[in-house]
């Protein structure tokens, strides 16, 4: 044993010292650090006793037409659409957490606004479209629900993420890959191109995951899922591919994440150089993954599209759309 000032030292007694030195140097570091990590973690603690605020609006999809094209956001990415009575849902993420799924509950940001309908809530849906696997967008506590005949459309890569669950065994989608949805209400044809994005699950993940972009076609009329994507040409490769009556665009969790998200204005760019006759923003208002304010992605595209703001379909979570044939 040694003395030091005074006092005797012991294996125990050394590990209990060393243990309050790492907690206290651990709760300075949360405390004050500007980091990305110490604020992220700040976040989860602060979110715990926060309930996510209402949607704005509440959908009643039962009283949508068989015989339009409705889309209704729903919160984050995903979106409904009833595409003359074939029900699509975009990347499902319907639970108060989006992040890593522990059996017993999610560990990830919280919502600050709650999904505009509830799993329980929600039609019989035809398809569920997945852009790729990042758990914002490939919710698995989400999907466990979809089971039986809902088809399932998804990145390349991906579908061993849905290995444990119940859903049908999905269709992957290459860029440039198609498949044709039949069902009693008629036929769907989706195709996937390519977006600027990312597809690793996890920071360590060494399975080359795919990303995609959608487009839903049926009787003559085409919209376009934009899934996640950075800044890019390729968007204006699709204009010989439309006319698209609307393209469903992100537009959040731009900073510091410029070279992963687009921002508002590139949205609305990416959308013209489609040839889209109407812009239906997600990807924003719904969790906090990045620096931007949280309103201030709405309030971007609105000014991008001040002179033709007919243009924007939605703005608040719950919103429905019946899109025109442009």
């Known amino acids: 044993m040694t003395q030091l000032v005074g006092v005797k030292f012991n294996r125990r007694k050394f ?3 060393s243990a309050a030195a790492t907690v206290g140097t651990g709760g300075l570091w949360l405390g004050l650090s500007q ?11 602060a979110d715990t006793t926060r309930h996510p605020r209402s949607a704005p609006v509440k959908p009643n999809p039962a009283q949508w037409s068989d015989n ?27 639970g108060d957490r989006c992040g890593v799924s522990l059996g017993f509950g999610t560990a990830g940001p919280k919502r600050f606004i709650a999904p505009a309908l509830r799993l329980n809530e929600l039609p019989s849906i035809d398809l569920v479209l997945l852009s790729h696997a990042h758990m914002d967008h490939l919710d698995l506590p989400s999907l466990q629900s979809f089971v039986g005949k809902t088809a399932i459309a998804a990145a390349k890569k991906t579908t061993d993420l849905l290995a444990n669950t119940q859903v049908k065994p999905p269709v992957e989608l290459g860029w440039g890959d198609n498949f044709t949805l039949k069902t009693d209400r008629g036929e769907l044809r989706v195709e996937a191109f390519e977006v600027n994005h990312w597809g690793k699950r996890w920071p360590t993940d060494k399975i080359a995951r795919g990303y995609n972009g959608y487009i ?33 665009m992100p537009i959040g969790a731009y900073q510091p994440w410029i070279r992963s998200h687009c921002t508002p204005e590139q949205a609305v760019n990416m959308a013209n150089a489609t040839g889209a006759g109407y812009i239906v923003p997600v990807h924003h208002q719904t969790f906090r993954l990045s620096d931007e304010p949280m309103n201030e992605p709405v309030e971007r595209i609105q000014a991008a599209l001040q002179r033709e703001p007919e243009r924007l379909a939605l703005k608040q979570i719950g919103e429905s759309f019946i899109v025109p044939r442009v």
Do not use: K
């Open 68 to 94: 339009a094209v409705t889309i209704c956001w729903i919160g984050h990415a995903t979106v409904l659409i009833n595409f003359y009575g074939i029900r699509i849902l975009t990347d499902p993420t319907l």
């Open 216 to 248: 839903l076609r049926r009787e003559g009329r085409a919209i376009l899922f934009g899934g996640d994507t950075a800044n890019t040409s390729l968007f204006g490769d699709l204009r010989s591919r439309g006319p698209f009556d609307a393209a469903i």
């Open 15 to 17: 590990l209990t010292y």
């Open 35 to 45: 980091s990305r990590a110490a604020r992220v973690l700040r976040m989860i603690i």
